[in-house]
């Protein structure tokens, strides 16, 4: 298997020289996503439905990668507000709920004042 690039069609992932995701053999890289809505150009002020976003986001790169959030083995999330785990962490739980993935959850000061979360994940496809 080679090596395929998923972008999310942002005009900043070729600035920023990025991709949304990177599917390397079984292994499927989705880089830090935000809850930003890229259809519409908005973000929500609240935090849970950022993540519910981010999580949306992530699921639909996967899709394009031929996988998805079952087969998720890592998951990162950064916050800007530590004090919000604790509401989005039900979110975390429903949406890998069935893959259980190792996570690490750590505050951090975003590039964007109006983003509160950001998701990296790492995936390994099925053979």
Request: hydrophobic share 45%; no cysteine.
């Amino acid at each position: 298997m080679g090596r395929k690039l998923i972008s999310s069609g942002s005009d900043f992932e070729k600035v920023a020289g990025y991709s949304r995701a990177v599917v390397d053999g079984r292994w499927v890289f989705v880089s830090g996503t935000t809850g930003f809505d890229y259809a519409a150009g908005t973000i929500s002020e609240d935090v849970v439905a950022q993540t519910e976003q981010a999580f949306t986001n992530i699921a639909a790169a996967l899709a394009l990668a031929g996988t998805n959030l079952d087969r998720a083995v890592l998951v990162r999330a950064y916050l800007a507000d530590v004090t919000d785990f604790e509401r989005v962490a039900p979110v975390f739980g429903r949406f890998l709920g069935n893959s259980r993935p190792a996570n690490t959850t750590i505050g951090v000061q975003m590039v964007d004042p109006r983003i509160k979360i950001e998701i990296e994940i790492t995936v390994r496809k099925r053979r």
